[in-house]
């Protein structure tokens, strides 16, 4: 600052002058030159995993998506001896349901109102209560433990390998659904 100019700083870091106005400090604001953004709100929101009305609809989905599990899991029951395929397919069917989803989600706009509660509801509560990672890990424990280590590695990695390109396939397949759709 200059006693010519006060509240003016001539010199940038090199020494060199650059005329630019800067704001006086505050002790409450040592950051004064930094602009606020005009469109934050005046009182911040609270973290969406803290609001209330997040957290029903993914209680909602969650439901849902328990309720399926069970009654897949009770049609198809597994004895520790042979490949689960009730988990499995649950698993599949749960990350082509998520990649779509999201996807779908995506390309319609940004993650507010409506398209907001579809992933909490769809995406967290509904796939992430129909998918198990537990029953998953325990089948596998099961299959070692009953002498079935073949089956238990090649089912690990059936899943995991099956899950990522399902998950791509819904990807892609929403995609194109959009795309279809696109006016021209």
Known sequence: ?????????????HGDVTGAEVPPATPRDSYAE???????PA?????LHLRPSAMAWIFAGGIAGTALRYYIEKAMLHDGASWPWATF????????ILGGLLEGLARLGDDSGWRRRARLCGGTGFCGA??????FALEIVL??????FGTA??????????????AWLGIVIMGSVHRGRAPA
């Not at 930094?34 to 934050?40: G, H």
């Not at 009182?43 to 973290?47: A, E, G, I, V, Y």
């Open 89 to 96: 397919l649950i698993n599949l069917t749960g990350a082509f």
């Open 1 to 13: 600052m200059t006693a010519e100019r006060p509240g003016v700083d001539d010199s940038d870091d």
């Open 143 to 148: 299959l070692g433990r009953n002498g079935h």
């Open 43 to 47: 009182k911040p929101l609270r973290p």
């Open 153 to 166: 590695i090649s089912y690990g990695l059936v899943s995991v390998v099956c899950g990522v390109l399902t």
């Open 34 to 40: 930094l602009l606020t953004d005009p469109d934050a």
């Open 130 to 135: 129909y998918t198990t990672y537990s029953a």
